[in-house]
């Protein structure tokens, strides 16, 4: 991998890590288009870049939440509930990474995998697009338990390549009743424990897969996927608030279709 190659990849995970798109299926694609077989060791190095990116921009947000975390366990005071509901929204996706890990890596090779996890994500955003929050609309202060774990189960299911893990998880919120600003909010910070899980789980269980990766390249990416991140994540906070979902629709099945229809003509560059 060249390092022009290392830095479009990171823009493309910093891009579509948070616009919802799918940065797992943007990913695999590029990399094929590129003559790069498909890695979940390198896209798991890029998605580090955009949870430095997160807490770049929330940072005090996840140390209030921490702090509240430890602070409500001796005080019982109810202000470790928000990060317990981060909790509740992690399991899932946890719970399924790890039982269709082998599924999972399968998927990243598989265009057409890919093209119809974009498909299905478009159709959520289409779905989710009419949606307008109540007047008592969820927020920080009033998310439950159950609302998390919904939340969480619509992150599960974007374990898979091609499915958007910010398209699903900010669908889930806006139809469980969240304020707009709040849903975007609980997408990219809900992000960080399934990132750093992942980054940090990985490694462990496929240390041959660390131990081949050439690390100055995966750097570069990084960097790039860092500072992409940033820009992605003020742009969709400002789309989700005017709620304007629906035109993600329309590129997620385009870029879908080509997938499905590059696979099946056998015309990938990488087989």
Request: glycine fraction near 10%.
């Amino acid at each position: 991998m060249t390092t022009v190659q290392a830095i479009i990849l990171g823009v493309v995970q910093g891009l579509t890590e948070f616009l919802p798109v799918s940065s797992s299926g943007h990913l695999a694609l590029a990399q094929r288009v590129m003559g790069i077989r498909p890695s979940v060791t390198f896209a798991l190095g890029v998605h580090a870049g955009t949870a430095l990116a997160v807490l770049a921009l929330y940072g005090r947000d996840v140390r209030r939440m921490i702090v509240g975390f430890f602070r409500g366990i001796t005080r019982r005071d109810g202000s470790a509930r928000l990060a317990l509901c981060l909790v509740v929204t992690s399991i899932p996706a946890a719970v399924v990474g790890f039982a269709a890990s082998d599924a999972v890596e399968a998927a990243f090779s598989s265009p057409l995998s890919v093209g119809i996890g974009l498909l299905l994500s478009g159709i959520v955003l289409w779905a989710v697009d009419a949606h307008r929050a109540s007047r008592r609309a969820v927020t920080e202060r009033t998310i439950t338990y159950r609302q998390a774990l919904g939340v969480g189960i619509a992150q599960a299911i974007a374990v898979f390549p091609g499915i958007s893990r910010s398209g699903m998880t900010i669908s889930g919120a806006l139809g469980l009743g969240f304020d707009r600003a709040f849903a975007a909010a609980y997408s990219f910070i809900a992000s960080l424990p399934v990132i750093l899980g992942a980054v940090v789980l990985w490694p462990i269980s496929n240390p041959d897969a660390l131990a081949a990766l050439d690390p100055k390249p995966l750097i570069v990416a990084m960097v790039a996927s860092f500072a992409s991140g940033i820009a992605a994540m003020l742009v969709l906070r400002s789309i989700v608030q005017r709620g304007n979902l629906r035109g993600f629709s329309y590129y997620l099945w385009a870029v879908g279709l080509a997938a499905i229809l590059w696979e099946t003509k056998g015309l990938w560059l990488a087989k």
